[in-house]
């Protein structure tokens, strides 16, 4: 069996990888498996440019392919914010209730036609011999007035995918991962493992 190691610490973040990649005759490993890797700052301009530096950062220190995502939340009537800082968006330590807060505050006394809003998710395969590939997902909808639901993790209690009444947070989680960002690319990303797999 294969090994791919998230770069990532976000245990619903590989969580929610691992359901939709299962089936796979791939063991997905995370960063916690390997205790001496060191917190990569994400610090690039652009969603892709963080995944990468992730990505190549675990997959040079562990001789193993590695695959990371960075994604977020676009808001069009805050000129694309939070973007690439979602998850910093009230703060370097700001937790998801901080986040959602400022957020909310920000788009206070904007009626609901006008919140609308996309999730981004850009995920990168790095490989040991330099070989990069991208996968991208997108989800648009809007946001909420009021933070809805227990579920999910990030901006998804404020989040209603077009088409829906409901946040990403009300919805179980095998409802959410039918039509989430993160389903998209890594669909993509499935199909291209499914593939390739003699690359591996």
């Given amino acids: 069996m294969e090994k791919i190691v998230i770069a990532s610490r976000n245990k619903k973040k590989i969580e929610e990888i691992k359901r939709i990649i299962e089936g796979l005759n791939i063991e997905l490993l995370s960063v916690d498996n390997f205790p001496n890797l060191e917190e990569v700052v994400e610090d690039g301009l652009t969603f892709e440019e963080n995944a990468l530096k992730k990505a190549r950062y675990v997959s040079s220190h562990t001789g193993l392919p590695a695959l990371a995502d960075d994604s977020g939340l676009e808001v069009n009537a805050l000129g694309g914010a939070p973007g690439v800082r979602s998850a910093r968006y009230a703060g370097e330590n700001a937790t998801d209730e901080d986040n959602i807060r400022k957020l909310l505050e920000e788009l206070e006394g904007i009626p609901l036609e006008r919140r609308n809003a996309r999730f981004v998710c850009c995920i990168a395969l790095v490989f040991p011999d330099g070989k990069e590939y991208l996968f991208w997902g997108y989800v648009r909808g809007k946001i909420a007035e009021t933070a809805r639901g227990i579920h999910g993790f990030g ?46």
């Fill in 155 to 200: 901006y998804d209690p404020v989040f209603i995918p077009e088409g829906f009444q409901k946040t990403f947070a009300e919805m179980p989680s095998h409802e959410k991962d039918k039509i989430s960002h993160r389903k998209e690319a890594l669909d993509k990303l499935r199909d291209f493992l499914v593939k390739c797999a003699p690359i591996l």
